[in-house]
């Protein structure tokens, strides 16, 4: 019985599993239908540039699947945009605008919440939500181990039980979630999501790849970066400071290299533990003869700059703080070995995994992504942070343009700063249009700022 269903269901175009809704038996006794779900998130993953040392990954989401080589973390912060992943929903919409701040995600808005009441067995390994009261069962998994940042001596609650976990915690998490992967129900489908610390800091690389061999890299033109002039943000840091709290490191060119040379040799070795979760993953799916069945997605949470524009870590709007690494695999049902170039997201997984599943959100929580299994109707994205770190600010990004605004604390729908940057001159973001003394060359400001404003606001489907 299950297998037919299963069967007719991969028959099915993604539209014809829309609103099944319950049987007439009742909730409980609801065919459950549409794959599994293996969600894998790696922590502060740039892209592009660090998918050379994941040659399991590469074969089985990038030879097996697709890759999206233009997504980004709609808020590049882990928590915020964790609660993202979980919701499909921007974090003006969810409420975690801070790493601090996890209760406030509306846990019914969930994906675990609506594949768990639609018949789904569902768990999770790994990091769950930055500042979690790890004592606090995470709602709508069946089972869990959840922790916070760090890679050893981590404390976990394991489906109840706190405990200190010594060693390297990637294992711990990779064999919880192997451990799940084989006692899955095969009656019905199964969610799992599986969360590694690599490539965090402190980079703290298993003992088998400290000395692994890394590729050279010498920077590239948004490191180098030498007049930041047209950047008020690092520039004018001491009156940012005053209104913002900012704290941006800002190094120069020779110091910010040697420090992303660093940091990049520190995450490409974490990745490789990565990696190997990734392949072990996939051979117990394989195991159980469920590849066609399981629909996986490969992302980040946000990305991480290596020195770009003087800077360090995440938080800021610029590309390789927001560029995350988003790959999907389905054998059957997503070409292999493709990429796409749409303009994708953090906030697209949910959707995507609604529309596999045949499932539709509550009213009360529209999505606010779009499913990846259909074309995309998208010609702009909303990033967007709320503080911490890097301040308060917003931004459009097109394939053609990213547009910024810097919030100060006081008058906070007034920008204390804009930057434009033409994408298709000036890919690496060196020259802010709206700061060098050239009015031929300026956007419409007015009319980018209502946009940005009403983006801002935006609530499901009208949201880019
Ligand atoms: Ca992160
Ligand atoms: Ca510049
Ligand atoms: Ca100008």
């Known amino acids: 019985m299950r297998f037919v269903a299963a069967a007719l269901f991969l028959l099915l175009p993604a539209a014809a599993c829309m609103g099944s809704g319950e049987s007439p038996e009742g909730p409980s006794a609801r065919r459950v239908r549409g794959p599994n779900i293996l969600i894998i998130v790696t922590d502060d993953q740039r892209y592009p540039g660090t998918l050379g040392v994941m040659p399991s990954t590469k074969?089985?989401?990038?030879?097996?699947?697709?890759?999206?080589?233009?997504?980004?973390?709609?808020?590049p912060m882990c928590c915020p945009s964790r609660a993202s992943i979980f919701t499909g929903r921007y974090v003006h919409n969810h409420g975690v605008k801070y790493q601090s701040v996890p209760g406030r995600l509306d846990q019914e808005s969930t994906l675990q919440r609506y594949l768990q009441e639609a018949g789904y067995e569902t768990a999770i390994a790994g990091k769950y939500l930055n500042g979690w009261d790890l004592s606090t069962d995470p709602p709508y998994f069946d089972q869990w181990a959840i922790?916070?940042?760090?890679?050893?001596?981590?404390?976990f609650n394991t489906n109840g039980t706190m405990r200190k976990v010594e060693g390297y915690s990637p294992h711990y998490?990779?064999?919880?979630?192997?451990?799940?992967?084989?006692?899955?129900?095969?009656?019905?489908?199964?969610?799992?999501?599986?969360?590694t610390p690599s490539a965090h800091p402190p980079f703290d690389v298993e003992e088998r790849y400290e000395t692994a061999r890394v590729s050279r890299w010498g920077g590239n033109p948004a490191v180098a970066e030498a007049d930041r002039q047209d950047k008020p943000i690092l520039g004018r840091q001491k009156k940012y400071d005053q209104e913002t709290s900012a704290d941006p490191h800002v190094l120069g060119p020779v110091a910010a290299l040697?420090?992303?040379?660093?940091e990049r040799r520190g995450q490409?070795?974490?990745?490789?533990?990565a990696d190997d979760l990734v392949q072990d993953l996939f051979a117990e799916v394989r195991k159980?003869?469920?590849?066609?069945?399981?629909?996986?997605?490969?992302?980040?949470d946000n990305g991480y700059l290596w020195g770009e524009h003087g800077l360090n870590g995440k938080r800021y709007p610029y590309s390789a703080s927001v560029k995350i690494p988003l790959l999907m695999r389905w054998p059957g049902r997503v070409p292999r070995g493709s990429t796409n170039d749409r303009l994708a997201a953090n906030i697209d997984v949910a959707?995507?995994?609604?529309?596999?599943?045949?499932?539709?959100?509550?009213?009360?929580?529209?999505?606010?992504?779009?499913?990846?299994?259909?074309p995309s109707g998208r010609d702009r994205l909303l990033l967007e942070h709320w503080g911490g770190g890097a301040g308060k600010w917003a931004s459009i990004r097109t394939d053609d343009y990213q547009y910024i605004e810097y919030y100060g604390r006081r008058r906070r729908n007034r920008p204390l700063f804009r930057d434009y940057y033409d994408l298709v001159d000036d890919p690496w973001q060196l020259h802010n249009l709206l700061r060098d003394r050239d009015k031929t060359n300026d956007p419409n400001v007015a009319r980018l700022s209502r946009r940005l404003a009403a983006d801002h606001r935006c609530s499901g489907d009208?949201?880019?």
């Open 288 to 300: 159980r003869g469920e590849q066609e069945k399981t629909l996986a997605f490969f992302l980040s």
């Open 351 to 374: 959707p995507t995994v609604m529309d596999a599943a045949g499932l539709t959100a509550d009213d009360d929580y529209p999505l606010d992504g779009e499913s990846l299994l259909r």
């Open 147 to 155: 922790s916070l940042n760090g890679y050893r001596g981590m404390t």
């Open 462 to 464: 009208p949201c880019p």
């Open 258 to 262: 040697e420090r992303g040379k660093k």
């Open 268 to 273: 490409l070795r974490t990745l490789m533990s």
């Open 173 to 195: 998490v990779g064999q919880r979630a192997l451990e799940w992967l084989r006692s899955f129900d095969r009656s019905r489908p199964w969610f799992l999501y599986v969360s």
């Open 59 to 75: 074969r089985l989401f990038g030879r097996g699947g697709k890759t999206f080589t233009n997504a980004f973390a709609t808020t």
